[in-house]
């Protein structure tokens, strides 16, 4: 069974920096695109917002406008694992962020900027 598990999560000023981890098993991790996405607070399950996305076959990468030149999304195949370098974070990057493929979703890692 496939099955993905986030963690890095945490509080942070504004300005700083998290780096949050996917480690993906259960399935041909070389062979998909893996995603974050973030659920605001308040919002429903339905409303999570993608945040970038990794093909890991070849590294192809997608960022969201909010988070382009903030963000680095990666992988390292040989841990299936996927990660989000979170820098020059703002109080509204404030969400439960998931690691996300196909039709499994990790259990989520909050991430909260302070102002």
């Known amino acids: 069974e496939a099955q993905l598990v986030e963690s890095g999560g945490g509080l942070v000023q504004a300005g700083g920096s998290l780096r949050l981890s996917c480690v993906a098993s259960g399935f041909d991790f070389d062979d998909y695109a893996i995603g974050w996405f973030r659920q605001a607070p308040g919002k429903e399950r339905g409303e999570r917002g993608g945040?970038?996305?990794?093909?890991?076959?070849?590294?192809?990468?997608y960022y969201a406008d909010s988070v382009k030149g903030r963000f680095t999304i990666s992988r390292d195949n040989a841990k299936n694992t996927v990660y989000l370098e979170m820098n020059s974070l703002k109080p509204e990057d404030t969400a439960v962020y998931y690691c996300h493929t196909e039709s499994f979703w990790g259990q989520g890692t909050q991430v909260t900027v302070s102002s």
């Open positions: 945040v970038s996305c990794i093909r890991t076959s070849d590294g192809t990468t």
